[in-house]
Nanobody, 123 residues
């Protein structure tokens, strides 16, 4: 089970740190990703990190503002979000990748998904 947490209501320009904790299954040998879904929109890729934590890949919309990281000893993946914008408002989900192509942003190539955490950014 993957559980995302850390969401909340913040003002534009603020920061949040999301966590994705895995229980009952290991994620330390898998690439992991973050996605988001805004109301009325399709699920959108945000970031991905390779299993070792040394390679990260971001969508253009969050590059330079968000940082994905992981602590395999804690079976946890993080998403540090800085300079938040109202358009970042969405439910954020973490997911385990089915392959090791670190540029793969297609949701169908991820199998286990966590329950999302809501991030709301006010202007």
């Amino acid at each position: 089970q993957l559980q995302a947490s850390g969401g909340g209501l913040v003002q534009a320009g603020a920061s949040l740190r999301l966590s994705c904790a895995a229980s009952g299954r290991t994620v330390s040998t898998y690439d992991m990703g973050w996605f988001r879904q805004a109301p009325g929109k399709e699920r959108e890729f945000v970031a991905r990190i390779n299993w070792g934590g040394g390679i990260a890949y971001y969508s253009d919309s969050v590059k330079e503002r968000f940082t994905i990281s992981r602590d395999n000893a804690k079976n946890t993946v993080y998403l540090q979000m800085n300079s938040l914008k109202p358009e970042d408002t969405a439910v954020y989900y973490c997911a385990r990748a089915k392959n090791y192509d670190y540029t793969d942003a297609d949701p169908i190539h991820y199998d286990y998904w966590g329950e999302g955490t809501l991030v709301t950014v006010s202007s």
